[in-house]
């Protein structure tokens, strides 16, 4: 007798050095293991573009100087995510780049102490001109001055950041590529981060005040969910890495308690991570465990794996299918620094709509 477990025999991997990159992801979806988890969770990501979910994507770690930013550049030009949640260290490499800084190999073992007497920063085996952030700094100054005095979400920072580097930088870019499509990217420590030490540099030199509402932030968050939902939409979550930025975009589905309701949970998740989860920390925790703090649908569809987040990013961008405009949020960041969303020919005002 058949048993019912035996449904799905492996198929043995056959080395093809001509094979596409495609076709080598589903080959590895019919192994075991980490490959065939892989390949799961690529096509759950397809899934939920072709659900019209609302995707939030975090990022955390090391990407763009490892030279991966435009990867996450695609991610937002491709449509595969509606909100992007980042780290300020990233923010800070990708504006480097934007206006044409570099980043170099470097060597794992090198001598930081002698590094350090050439201004060199180094990322594990990736090196980095100190001199780079003295350069943008003027440029830096040049933007926070003209910035309206008062205080700003960290998205809409970004969001004016992008629209000033996509005039004066000569590369694709993050910020650049996130302003052109308006999508709203967040930053829940900036301030850890050379881009908020620039604001302090900014201040003590100019004496100007540049203050973060990042409690607006958090509120902007929520009602993205519960609009989304108001709508018949689901929302879903796409991370890589740990840290603030997975919390933070976590966190936006438990957050509608503070509009008197309720929300449905994350529908789908998608985790490329190398953190134990024996920690107890949250950037090695599962999905399973996001359900019993209202993180997660109890019946989340979830692909987890474990593989560096880099590499995972140069995989997603590749390989997850792109979807039309005109099928995801639209976003449109408002002069007084509210945030509407446009979506089926009608606009929605976040602040107005949810009182905040």
């Known amino acids: 007798m058949t048993s019912e477990f035996l449904v799905h025999p492996i198929t043995r991997f056959a080395p093809d050095p001509d094979a596409s990159l495609r076709s ?10 980490q490959p065939r988890r892989l390949a799961s969770a690529l096509a759950l990501w397809d899934a939920m573009i072709a659900r019209d979910r609302v995707i939030f994507c975090s990022v955390a770690g090391a990407p763009v100087p490892l030279g991966f930013g435009p990867a996450i550049a695609s991610l937002v030009e491709r449509g595969q995510i509606d909100v992007l949640d980042i780290t300020g260290a990233q923010l800070t490499h990708d504006m480097l780049e934007i206006i044409g800084s570099k980043h170099y190999q470097g060597q794992v073992n090198a001598d930081d102490a002698e590094l ?20 943008v700094e003027p440029m830096i100054f040049e933007f926070a001055a003209a910035l309206p005095d008062r205080p700003l979400t960290t998205r809409e920072y970004i969001y004016r950041m992008g629209r000033y580097f996509s005039k004066i930088g000569s590369q694709r870019g993050i910020l650049t590529a996130a302003a052109a ?69 976590q966190q936006s589905q438990i957050g509608s308690y503070m ?23 949250l950037s090695g925790s599962t999905i399973s465990e996001g359900i019993s703090w209202k993180k997660f649908d109890p019946h989340v569809e979830s692909a987890e794996v474990f593989l560096d987040s ?30 509407s969303v446009l979506y089926a020919g009608a606009a929605y005002n976040l602040s107005d709509k949810y009182h905040f």
């Not at 080598?24 to 293991?33: D, P, Q, Y």
């Not at 060199?120 to 090196?127: A, G, K, M, P, S």
Request: proline letters at 3%.
């Open 116 to 135: 350090v007497k050439h201004d060199v920063n180094r990322f594990w085996d990736t090196f980095g001109d100190e001199a780079d952030y003295r350069r």
């Open 181 to 249: 499509r308006r999508t709203p990217v967040y930053c829940p420590a900036i301030g850890d981060s050379v881009l908020g030490m620039d604001l302090g540099f900014f201040r003590a030199e100019h004496g100007k005040r540049i203050v973060f509402d990042v409690v607006q932030d958090v509120l902007e968050m929520s009602a993205i969910v519960l609009l989304a939902e108001e709508l018949g939409l689901r929302t879903a979550t796409t991370i890589f890495g740990g840290g603030a930025p997975r919390n933070h975009i």
């Open 310 to 339: 880099n590499l995972s990013l140069a995989l997603a961008s590749s390989l997850v299918q792109a979807r039309d405009v005109r099928r995801c949020f639209d976003y449109r960041h408002e002069d007084d620094g509210s945030l």
């Open 24 to 33: 080598f992801v589903e080959a590895l979806g019919r192994t075991g293991g």
């Open 259 to 281: 509009f008197v309701t309720k929300s449905k949970g994350h529908a789908e998740a998608v985790r490329f991570s190398i953190e134990p989860a024996e920690t107890g920390g």
